[in-house]
């Protein structure tokens, strides 16, 4: 009799269980396919070994299931892209982003806010009369100048903004210095609001150029980054690093963009709302990328591919998993006036 009531308790909540990750499957748009336990033990074991490598935790076991099913579901789109993406220069690989939905991909607004931009270009910038092929070089890599600090990672925090305008001070900084110094995103995060970036809630490089204008930020050991804001602001007693402003690139201009990277690290906004972006692994990439800008990253270079593409080398702030260590290698010189992804829509950079 108590083995027939443990089983029945068994049942039951094994129905209830069921019925719990069909109504969430419903309310995500899957089949109950898409989430019965047990279905392909592989897939569970590499789903759980991914897991413990990203630190994911899911607050009930219906969400877990739910995101496994997009786990199975990515990981087949990266092996498919892979396996039939010959001549398309780029791959995929299975990220840090991998449980997350199409739609998510689409949605998600990694820190780039629709405010009101600070400089209205003119069409003049510092380097605007330097915008032929033949007088820039044909490749550049700051980081092999040693102005580039290691890549970061913003994580849960919507602050690329921070990250963007971060590394091209630290670009300019060692540029006129010699010294390559990782300055704090986090004295962004807490300080910079008077210009109207909001912190772990959105903002522009080009509001964060403002700020260090006028008071310079400290180093990442003196103000560490914390992922979040912490509702205070903590200035240094000296800045670690100064600009004296900051110019906007003419939008629009991919040649004008050219020859800015050729002269500094230069922060710029780019759609990164696809699939394909997030699951970027490696190659020039030439997909689809969404149809708004949400996030911003730093150009730190360009060069040409064997097979001749051109691309930009844009440092991410997702860290190391991402990309090609951080990095991604993005087709230039688009038929787009806008730069593939958008990224030539409004790039600004700090002076000093």
């Known amino acids: 009799m108590a083995s027939f ?51 994911r935790t899911y607050k009930d076991e219906a969400e877990k299931m739910h995101r496994l099913a997009l786990f199975r579901r990515n990981v087949e789109y990266v092996e498919s892209f892979n396996r039939d993406g010959g001549g398309r220069g780029y791959k ?16 998600s607004n990694y820190g780039l806010r629709s405010l009101a931009d600070v400089t209205a270009p003119t069409g003049a910038f510092s380097y605007s009369n330097n915008i032929s092929d033949q007088d820039l070089p044909s490749y550049k890599d700051w980081r092999e100048e040693g102005a580039v600090t290691e890549v970061k990672n913003q994580r849960s925090c919507g602050c690329c903004w921070a990250f963007a305008a971060v590394a091209a001070t630290e670009g300019i900084t060692q540029i006129q210095t010699g010294k390559l110094i990782s300055l704090s995103e986090q004295q962004l995060v807490d300080c910079d609001t008077a210009t109207g970036n909001q912190g772990c809630d959105g903002g522009l490089a080009a509001r ?27 200035l240094a007693s000296s800045a670690a690093a100064t600009i004296t402003g900051h110019e906007i690139v003419t939008p629009n201009n991919e ?30 990439f030439t997909g689809g990328c ?30 190391t998993d991402w990309g090609e260590d951080g990095y991604m290698r993005i087709q230039r010189d688009s038929e787009d006036e806008r730069g593939i992804c958008l990224l030539a829509t409004y790039p600004s950079y700090p002076v000093a």
Not at 92 to 107: G, H, K
Not at 227 to 234: F, H, P, Y
């Open 5 to 55: 009531t443990c089983c029945g308790q068994c049942l039951w909540v094994g129905t209830l269980l069921l019925c719990l990750m069909a109504s969430y499957a419903a309310s995500r748009h899957l089949t109950p396919a898409d989430v019965v336990p047990g279905e392909d033990m592989s897939m569970e074991e590499r789903h759980k070994q991914w897991i413990a490598r990203h630190g």
């Open 92 to 107: 995929l690989t299975v990220n840090q982003f991998a449980d997350l939905s199409e739609e998510e991909f689409t949605t």
């Open 208 to 234: 964060a150029f403002l700020y260090i204008e006028s008071n310079g930020l400290t180093t990442e050991d003196e103000y560490p980054y914390q992922a979040e804001a912490s509702g205070r602001c903590a």
């Open 255 to 284: 040649q004008a963009l050219l020859s800015a990277v050729a002269q500094q690290p230069v922060a710029v906004r780019i759609a990164a709302g696809s699939q394909d972006f997030h699951l970027y692994g490696g190659g020039v």
């Open 290 to 319: 969404g149809s708004q800008t949400n996030h911003a990253v730093t150009i730190v270079g360009y060069g040409t591919a064997a097979d001749g593409i051109k691309y930009w080398i844009a440092k991410n702030s997702w860290g």
